[in-house]
């Protein structure tokens, strides 16, 4: 190739080029233009077209009252036993409604080893009874249960 040809094909490349950056420059400027004026809008109110009812008439039926007369109904003692204990306690089996330090300790091993989170107190509740459930896989804790994860931390865990 001459050298003349390779002029022109530089020529041509770089109007190529330089058509393009103004093509983008201009095309950008009015993306701009068009995102500004999406901001710029505002939609006018319009009046809502109310509709009168309409009414019919109703015709109510006349009846006549008679007096009621009270009937006697047998009265029964129903008998309802407590799911959670009254007295709270921190007996086993740790149950629903249980309290005390036992109970406390169960809460602070749900906390450290199955991540629950929570309040820690001293008060067996339905989400420890939910929690307990979903880790243990019990709905009580029995004293063997109790002892046989170290709930209450009293053996060293080996390392």
Do not use: C, W
């Not at 109310?50 to 007369?69: A, D, H, L």
């Amino acid at each position: 190739m001459s050298e003349q040809t390779i002029h022109k094909g530089l020529i041509i490349a770089g109007g190529l080029v330089g058509l393009g950056i103004l093509g983008y420059l201009f095309f950008r400027e009015k993306e701009e233009r068009i995102e500004e004026a999406e901001f710029t809008i505002v939609e006018e109110p319009q009046p809502k077209k109310t509709e009168k009812p309409i009414t019919q008439e109703k015709v109510v039926p006349v009846v006549e009252m008679k007096p009621i007369v009270p009937v006697k109904k047998e009265e029964k003692s129903i008998l309802v036993e407590p799911k959670a204990s009254l007295e709270p306690n921190d007996d086993f089996p740790l149950k629903l409604g249980s309290k005390g330090e036992r109970v406390k300790q169960l809460q602070v091993y749900l906390l450290r080893n199955h991540g629950s989170q929570g309040i820690v107190n001293d008060v067996f509740d339905k989400t420890i009874e939910e929690r307990v459930l979903k880790y243990l896989k019990v709905k009580t804790i029995t004293a063997a249960l109790f002892k046989k994860l170290n709930i209450a931390g009293t053996k060293k865990q080996n390392k």
